[in-house]
């Protein structure tokens, strides 16, 4: 299984960014995806996660109402739209498939003034 995930970079705060994350096969047939962060210094933390069909999605505390999962099954991408970025969102982004250790290169967010 393979995952790149993209869309990353430098943000101001309050500013927007939109990640995406192509992956090359469902190991599941839910096929849950998930988004996870990792900041310096700290442990990998799930952000939001979305169900196979797109209708069921969840949201850390730190990031819900600010960010937004999608996902389109057709094209084996997941989106994470990120907007209202604080200086803590600042961490590597990462996506992969919910039961699965399948983790693929990740994407720096970095939100600075």
């Known amino acids: 299984v393979q995952l790149q995930a993209s869309g990353g970079g430098l943000a101001q705060p309050g500013g927007s960014l939109r990640l995406s994350c192509s992956y090359s096969?469902?190991?599941?047939?839910?096929?849950?995806m998930a988004w996870f962060r990792q900041a310096p210094g700290k442990e990998r933390e799930a952000v939001a996660s979305?169900?196979?069909?797109?209708?069921?999605?969840y949201y850390s505390a730190s990031v819900k109402g600010r960010f937004t999962i999608s996902r389109d099954s057709a094209e084996n991408t997941v989106y994470l739209q990120m907007n209202n970025l604080k200086p803590e969102d600042t961490a590597i982004y990462y996506c992969?498939?919910?039961?699965?250790?399948?983790w693929g290169q990740g994407t720096q967010v970095t939100v600075s003034s």
């Open positions: 992969k498939e919910l039961g699965t250790n399948y």
């Open positions: 096969e469902s190991i599941f047939s839910d096929n849950r």
């Open positions: 979305i169900n196979g069909i797109g209708t069921a999605t």
